[in-house]
């Protein structure tokens, strides 16, 4: 009877024991720079600071947040939270057309990955230093497209100093669709603030920090060689000529 017990117990003790002993998921490492150097994103170097809280500035970001969300159409901020659900290449889908399917081309996906990398660790590397307060912390009337950011994390805008990254890399790519693929990558910049997720104050800087360091990746020999087989991806699949 006992020995019934004891079994019992262990069967009952057992995937208790074994949860508690299942490792915790390891934490991811650190995004870190893959062809750039610290200095090409210096965010002390390449930026200046945003407007201080409660400064004039920082009251006419505020009111230019407010303008933005009341002018949206119901359309435009459907626009506005698709665009913060897709933070990668995809943003440039509606602008390229179906024949932009970079799981059919992988030297230019190989490309926009290395941009998209090197966007978000000198993106975050600014918010790091400058720790400015979204504008729904400010002013908690703003309903936000995502509540999930981080409230010190305003200036620049990730979004947008990707968007931008990857609109100028494609421009470099794709030179005769040059203009459309800047307008987009302003367009989705100007989501952020029609999302009550930056002030039009962290977009323009996002675009100062994406022209610095992609202009510093489009002279990298390495960079180059993958830009020229992008280039002749492109080509062949009817996107560039």
């Known amino acids: 009877m006992l020995r019934r017990l ?13 949860l508690a002993q299942t490792p915790a998921p390891a934490a991811k490492p650190p995004k870190v720079l893959q062809l750039l150097v ?22 006419a970001d505020l009111a230019d947040v407010h303008r ?24 440039f889908e509606p602008t390229l057309g179906a024949r932009f399917d970079l799981a059919k081309l992988p030297a230019t996906r190989e490309v926009l990955a290395i941009v998209q990398n090197d966007a978000s660790v000198a993106a975050s590397g600014a918010k790091k ?35 931008y990254s990857l609109a100028m890399t494609l421009a470099a790519l794709i030179p005769e669709k040059a203009q459309v693929l800047m307008t987009r990558g302003q367009d989705y910049a100007y989501s952020r603030v029609v999302c009550g997720s930056h002030y039009a ?16 990746l489009l002279k990298d020999p390495t ?17 560039a000529q």
């Not at 390449?46 to 809280?53: E, H």
Request: negative net charge; glycine residues 4%; charged residues 25%.
């Open 201 to 216: 104050t962290d977009t323009r800087a996002s675009q100062a920090l994406a022209a610095s360091f992609v202009s510093t």
């Open 38 to 59: 610290p200095a090409d994103v210096d965010p002390a170097r390449l930026l200046p600071p945003p407007a201080a809280d409660g400064s004039a500035a920082a009251k």
């Open 129 to 163: 230093l400058f720790q400015r307060k979204r504008p729904w912390v400010v002013d908690s009337t703003i309903k936000t497209c995502d509540p999930d950011d981080k409230p010190l994390s305003s200036y620049p805008s990730g979004h947008a100093t990707l968007g």
């Open 223 to 239: 960079f180059q060689v993958k830009l020229a087989a992008a280039h002749a991806e492109l080509k062949g699949a009817g996107l």
């Open 68 to 91: 933005a969300m009341a002018e949206a159409s119901a359309e435009r901020r459907a626009q506005a939270k698709w665009d913060d659900d897709h933070e990668d290449p995809s943003m």
């Open 6 to 18: 004891a079994i019992t117990a262990v069967m009952f003790v057992s995937p208790i024991s074994a």
